[in-house]
């Protein structure tokens, strides 16, 4: 089983890519974690360039997306939402509606903030966009406040009541993605 990290944000030493980095250690065993690393190359949506051949960083993300069994994104909070390129990389993979690959697809989503709230406004957001798409959203939240704290310098997760959480989070996307896969496997034989 894949599941495909997101992080939302760009920096180098980034608490959401620590995030995600974390998640790859506490999945169950069989289960790999593939990080998203082309963020950045993502052009801003325009209708006029969401065309066949579609620009090459959008066909890596929907492709990667496509791949995956399940989708964990590591979100930021920027001014009490989620930070722009997420939404951007979200919005082309949401196109077409009909066909996109989040559609039906196991997501959860975790997110670490420098506040004291650990970026639930922008978890929230993130949930409503993925459902909006057409994503299963796992109803669980991961606030991870003052990040400082809680990782090092690099970026590593240091806290083990988090990455216990993390554990937790991880396993009910794990679940959901398993209950997915039968429920394919059975109508594919039916
Ligand atoms: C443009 C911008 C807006 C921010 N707005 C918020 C905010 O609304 N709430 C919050 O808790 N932190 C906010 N922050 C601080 C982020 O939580 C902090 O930069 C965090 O470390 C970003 O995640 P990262 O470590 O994965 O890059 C903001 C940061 C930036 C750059």
């Given amino acids: 089983m894949r599941v495909l990290g997101i992080s939302g944000s760009l920096r180098r030493d980034s608490?959401?890519?620590g995030l995600l980095r974390a998640a790859a250690d506490v999945l169950p065993s069989g289960v790999e974690l593939e990080v998203f690393d082309g963020l950045k190359a993502i052009p801003p949506y325009d209708a006029d360039d969401d065309v066949e051949p579609a620009p090459a960083a959008v066909t890596a993300l929907r492709e990667a997306v496509a791949a995956a069994d399940a989708v964990l994104v590591a979100t930021p909070e920027y001014n009490a939402s989620i930070p722009g390129v997420l939404k951007n990389a979200l919005d082309w993979v949401s196109r077409p509606h009909a066909t996109n690959?989040?559609?039906g697809k196991p997501a959860a989503v975790v997110g670490a903030s420098t506040g004291m709230f650990g970026a639930v406004w922008a978890q929230a957001e993130m949930r409503k966009v993925l459902s909006t798409i057409g994503a299963r959203v796992v109803d669980m939240e991961l606030p991870v406040p003052e990040?400082?704290?809680r990782f090092?310098?690099?970026g590593t997760l240091v806290d083990a009541e988090v990455r216990e959480q993390l554990g937790e989070v991880t396993a009910?996307?794990?679940e959901a993605a398993e209950?997915?896969?039968?429920g394919l496997a059975a109508r594919a034989a039916a």
Avoid: W
């Fill in 15 to 17: 608490y959401n890519s």
């Fill in 101 to 103: 690959p989040l559609r």
């Fill in 147 to 149: 990040g400082a704290e």
């Fill in 152 to 154: 090092d310098a690099s």
């Fill in 172 to 174: 009910a996307l794990v």
């Fill in 179 to 182: 209950i997915r896969a039968a």
